[in-house]
């Protein structure tokens, strides 16, 4: 899969903003993707390894419930290539000298990936331009 290029189509948007401002211009867009399910993913790794679809599927699983539970306690998880997977929240403002009340003022608390630059820069990719296709009419 590696050398396969990413496809593009060229839209025309009007860009609001900048020197370029209120001026029609093209950009590329990414098209032609496809998603590749959890089952699907194992399966590739499984191929290049001893262990099964299931068991690569376990591992991931696993792994990423104890990074989850770390990330509860409040500690920040090194998350290999991926990047670093540390605890965030939401706090709502409170006047100085009224009592902050952690349960009503705090909400929204979330584990947030910090992604690996070097992992997610995709440098080693060639671009194919292909013709935008019609969307088909709901029946």
């Known amino acids: 899969m590696?050398?396969?290029s990413l496809s593009y189509i060229l839209?025309?948007?009007?860009l609001n903003?900048?020197?370029?401002g209120k001026q029609i211009m093209q950009i590329a867009q990414p098209t032609n993707r496809r998603r590749v399910d959890?089952?699907?993913f194992c399966a590739q790794v499984a191929r290049a390894t001893t262990f099964t679809r299931q068991e690569v599927a376990a591992v991931l699983s696993y792994s990423?419930?104890?990074a989850r539970e770390i990330v509860a306690s409040g500690d920040i998880v090194e998350f290999g290539d991926l990047g670093t997977l540390k605890p965030s929240f939401k706090s709502k403002a409170v006047p100085k000298g009224e009592k902050f009340k952690p349960n009503v003022h705090i909400e929204k608390a979330v584990v947030k990936l910090s992604p690996s630059a070097k992992y997610f820069t995709l440098n080693d990719v060639?671009?194919?331009q292909v013709s935008k296709s019609?969307?088909?009419g709901k029946l």
Not at 11 to 14: C, D, Q, T
């Open 126 to 128: 060639s671009y194919e």
């Open 134 to 136: 019609e969307k088909k």
């Open 64 to 66: 990423t419930e104890i």
């Open 17 to 20: 903003v900048g020197p370029k």
């Open 2 to 4: 590696a050398g396969k």
């Open 38 to 40: 959890f089952e699907n």
């Open 11 to 14: 839209v025309e948007r009007k």
